[in-house]
């Protein structure tokens, strides 16, 4: 079973992908997000397909309280959307701190300086950070 994961960001859309047996979230790419353009479905319907991808999780940007903000419906409405026209499961995932999370990994790893400013990266690294804590709660699928 594959799932996908989704970091949606107000820039960019940070993708991952797990492996085949579903226990491992890999990086796979960040898409590009134009403001005031709708979502890149024809990209994300490609590698649907291409991974055969059976769950879509989609990171939900909570306030530090719990609560929604407004981000938070915009994703919650993609979720929807996501839904309807791959017509996969949406799981929602509690995205707070995975973007400290993954500066603090990027940062200690043994990249270059250059590469390690590379905000795509953050928002990869994001997706591979709720891809994972949604496999691990839910490993008997």
Excluded at 4 to 17: H, N, Q, T, W
Excluded at 36 to 45: A, D, E, I, V, Y
Aim: charged residues 30%.
């Amino acid at each position: 079973m594959r799932s996908l994961g989704i970091d949606l960001g107000e820039k960019r859309i940070g993708i991952s992908v797990s492996d085949s047996t579903g226990l491992i979230a890999q990086p796979l790419l960040t898409l590009k997000r134009r403001i005031g353009k709708r979502f890149p479905m024809s990209s994300l319907k490609t590698i649907i397909e291409e991974h055969q991808v059976e769950h879509i999780i989609l990171g939900l940007p909570l306030a530090l309280s719990g609560k929604d903000t407004d981000w938070t419906t915009v994703v919650r409405e993609l979720g929807k959307n996501l839904e309807t026209t791959f017509k996969l499961p949406v799981h929602l995932v509690d995205e707070r701190f995975t973007s400290s999370r993954a500066e603090r990994i990027i940062s200690t790893s043994n990249m270059s300086k250059k590469k390690r400013r590379d905000k795509k990266l953050v928002d990869t690294i994001s997706a591979v950070l709720i891809l994972q804590s949604w496999l691990d709660r839910n490993q008997n699928l």
